[in-house]
């Protein structure tokens, strides 16, 4: 029996044109804005990206560490998922597996993929999930003059000036100008730095610079952020108010001289102001020597006080002098008109 073949054709090919007409199109523009996932390195080596170009990690991913608690969910298979802490030696161990599993420094994803590959020989197409749910391993502690001192446990990267806020912030009574990081390293292993314990790192900051948002350096995790009180200075000798200075900010000389009620213009010698400063880390004293009216007019910077320094205003002994001679004379002027009014 014979049939026309061409209303079948045109069928067919009405059918195939429908379809494509419900693909959506892809323009040269999306694709731009769409590419192809990157290559990553589950090891936390470079990206490669789809057109060749290789980046850094993403750094902000949360390694599982020492002492951390994950819990690994094994679907269907309640009796195989367990909660437990990493071991000293940076393991974990599951039923049916009969060795202890590498956990330390994988993310959550990696440690599920590897449990995951361990249990096919066990089970058919497994699926695991792993949660960090106590982050134990990467601690940032906050010590010192701040109103919340205390350790903070984090799993993203954070700067200084979100982990003072944290802390809530330096005491306004008790702070002073410095801020000290000690780099101690991290426990999580994690860290792409050479730090060892027994190499600790210093680093200085300024707390107006850092509140200011001058300076906001990324912190490490095992960084201890201590908040120094504010250090003192002591003013000596020819002024009318000896005393100890609180250095909450940046004084000079002369504004330190200021707090001090002034010099005693009667008996100092301004000429040579000295200020004892010990070089940090030793006993050794310097003494500097200053002209206050050199700084008054400007022609020599007013210097900056340090803690510990020691300002002395020399007494001018030829004023004294002076001032004792005409006080006798002015004792004794006065004692004369009194016995020969006039």
């Known amino acids: 029996m014979m049939y026309n073949q061409k209303p079948a054709a045109a069928a067919i090919l009405f059918l195939f044109a429908s379809i494509l007409l419900c693909v959506p199109s892809v323009t040269a523009q999306e694709v731009a804005e769409n590419p192809a996932p990157a290559k990553t390195d589950p090891a936390g080596g470079p990206v490669e990206l789809p057109d060749g170009r290789t980046v850094a990690p993403n750094l902000d991913r949360y390694r599982i560490g ?18 437990m802490s990493v071991a000293q030696d940076g393991t974990i161990v599951l039923p049916r597996i009969d060795r202890p599993i590498v956990a330390v420094c994988k993310t959550e994803r990696e440690l599920a993929d590897l449990v995951t590959e361990l249990y096919k020989n066990y089970l058919r197409n497994p699926f695991v999930n792993v949660r960090a749910i106590e982050q134990r391993s990467q601690p940032f502690a906050v010590i010192g003059a701040v109103n919340k001192p205390g350790s903070f446990f984090l799993d993203r990267r954070i700067r200084l000036l979100e982990l003072l806020a944290m802390a809530g912030g330096p005491d306004v009574e008790k702070s002073g100008q410095r801020i000290r990081v000690a780099r101690v390293g991290s426990r999580s292993a994690c860290v792409d730095d050479d730090t060892s314990a027994a190499d600790v790192e210093f680093i200085a900051y300024n707390v107006n610079d850092v509140l200011g948002g001058e300076v906001n350096p990324w912190m490490r995790p095992g960084d201890i952020v201590s908040v120094l009180e504010a250090e003192e200075a002591f003013i000596v000798g020819a002024v009318y108010e000896p005393s100890k200075i609180t250095l909450k900010e940046p004084i000079t000389l002369m504004q330190a001289i200021a707090k001090a009620g002034g010099v ?17 880390g030793t006993t050794v004293k ?4 200053f002209d206050l009216e050199e700084i008054a007019e400007k022609r020599v910077e007013d210097p900056v006080i340090q803690g510990n320094d020691i300002i002395e205003v020399p007494t001018d002994n030829g004023k004294v002098l002076k001032n004792g001679i005409f006080k006798v004379l002015a004792g004794g002027l006065g004692n004369l008109f009194y016995r020969f009014p006039l």
């Open 66 to 83: 020492f002492e951390d608690v994950i819990q690994v969910t094994v679907f269907r298979h309640p009796e195989l998922s367990q909660t």
């Open 264 to 280: 005693d213009k009667a008996t100092a010698k301004t000429g040579k102001v000295k200020i004892l400063r010990q070089q940090e």
């Open 286 to 289: 310097t003494e500097l020597v």
